[in-house]
Structures are given as structure tokens and as C-alpha cells.
């Protein structure tokens, strides 16, 4: 089975710099999607960014991008000039790619980001 | 717009009552999830169904149970066997076949035991 392991429950960043969120992930699979989502206050959950592991470019949307390492199994996210509305939960989640699986997500327990005015 | 409607927002649950939480989409969508969040547990994959009339259990489906009699209908109910129902449920949503996509989630519904 999928694991994922978000090692740092919280961060705190200033206001216009830049923060790293780790994730790592462990998978026999060579094929999968990776995702961050972002929960703030409203506890909505939206979708940050995804990534196709057969894609060697790192995706990117606006400000934030993706360090995407498949050897190490790791998928960090990077937050550039950092904005109050960013201060959330953020989750790092996992999907397989095989066709007639599940098609389920696998989230990592999360992990607070606080954005110091 | 279409989206995913969770009711109620709040649910209150006296011991040993049964209470049914509300999923609908119109969004199409073949596949639906119930997740349960704790605090410091992450979201936890309850029952997730992807086609009418069939669903399966996650990894904390004891004390749940769910029907999908309808594409776009897909209900959680919490039993009385369900020993610590406190807890933020998460209903989520998402076409299948092959692409990356996530999941569409609904606002949640925050149910208390009292």
C-alpha cells in the first residue's frame, strides 16, 4: 500500500518570502499522480497543483512549483512571495495510475503554514 | 455551477443514534469518496464508490455504511457502532478513466456526539 509522510506538522514563513513543503512517498508503482492541496480556514478543500510521475518537468502554476525527485520519492512544494490568503493546511496526497484501480487518494496528515505579516 | 453540496454543515449526535450525512454532485462524476479528517490525522479514505450500486470499504469503514443509488447521490451514515463519530467528513468527487484530475470536495459537514 501507498504511504505518504508530510515530516513537518507546521512552517512559518514572512510575507513575500518563500517557503518549501516537504513530502515524500512510498510507492512499488512506477506510474502515479501526485497532488498538494491546500485546506485554509474555511476547511474547503482546493487543489494547489498535480503532477504526472512520468513527466520529468517539475509542473509550476503562478507562484507555486514542484520539486519532483521520483528516485527519492520525494514531491515538495515551493511557495514564492508568500501572501497572507496562503496561511492554510496543505496536503500532499498520492493516486495510482493503473487503470480499474481504485483511483483513490492517499493523503499525508498535513501541515500548517502560518504567513507572518 | 456545478460542485458538490455536503449537508448539513453542523450535525449534532446524541449517543447511540444513527445520522446520515448528504453528498450530491452534479458534476457527472463517476467516482465518490467519503474521507473522515481529525486533527494531526490527515484525511482518512472511509467508503469511495465508482460506478452506481457498488462501493467498497476504506481504511476506517467500521461503524459506516453508505448506498449509491444514484450517480449523484452518494450518502454516509454514521451508526451507533461507530464508537468516536466526532470529526470533519469530507465528500469528494472525480471523473474516471485515464488523465491526472483530482478530487472536486464538497464544503464538509463537522458532526459532534453530545
Known amino acids: 500500500a501507498q504511504t505518504v509522510t508530510q515530516s513537518q506538522p507546521e512552517m512559518s514563513v514572512q510575507e513575500a518570502e518563500t517557503v518549501t513543503l516537504s513530502c515524500t512517498y512510498d510507492?512499488?508503482?512506477?506510474?502515479?499522480?501526485l497532488f498538494w492541496y491546500k485546506q485554509p480556514p474555511s476547511r474547503q478543500m482546493i487543489l494547489v497543483i498535480r503532477?504526472?510521475?512520468?513527466?520529468?518537468q517539475n509542473a509550476t502554476e503562478n507562484r507555486f512549483s514542484v520539486n519532483f525527485q521520483k528516485a527519492a520519492k520525494s514531491f515538495s512544494l515551493k511557495i514564492s512571495d508568500s501572501q497572507l490568503g496562503d496561511a492554510a493546511m496543505y496536503f500532499c496526497?498520492?493516486?495510482?495510475?493503473?487503470?480499474?484501480?481504485?483511483?483513490?487518494?492517499?493523503f499525508g496528515k498535513g501541515m500548517k503554514l502560518t504567513v507572518n505579516p | 455551477d456545478g460542485g458538490i453540496t455536503q449537508s448539513p454543515k453542523y450535525l449534532f449526535r446524541k449517543e447511540g443514534q444513527n445520522v446520515t450525512l448528504s453528498c450530491e454532485q452534479n458534476?457527472?462524476?463517476?467516482?465518490m469518496y467519503w474521507y473522515r479528517q481529525d486533527p494531526g490525522q490527515g484525511l482518512r479514505l472511509i467508503y469511495y464508490?465508482?460506478?452506481?450500486?457498488?462501493?467498497q470499504k476504506g481504511d476506517i469503514a467500521e461503524g459506516y455504511s453508505v448506498s449509491r443509488e444514484k450517480k449523484e447521490s452518494f450518502p454516509l451514515t454514521v451508526t451507533s457502532a461507530q464508537k468516536n463519530p466526532t470529526a470533519f467528513y469530507l465528500c469528494?468527487?472525480?471523473?474516471?478513466?485515464?488523465?491526472?484530475?483530482?478530487?472536486?470536495f464538497g464544503s464538509g459537514t463537522r458532526l459532534t456526539v453530545v
Open positions: 496526497a498520492y493516486r495510482s495510475l493503473f487503470q480499474g484501480g481504485s483511483e483513490k487518494l492517499v
Open positions: 503532477q504526472e510521475a512520468y513527466k520529468q
Open positions: 510507492t512499488s508503482e512506477s506510474d502515479y499522480y
Open positions: 469528494a468527487s472525480c471523473r474516471t478513466g485515464t488523465g491526472v484530475r483530482g478530487y472536486t
Open positions: 464508490s465508482q460506478i452506481v450500486n457498488d462501493f
Open positions: 458534476l457527472n462524476h463517476d467516482a
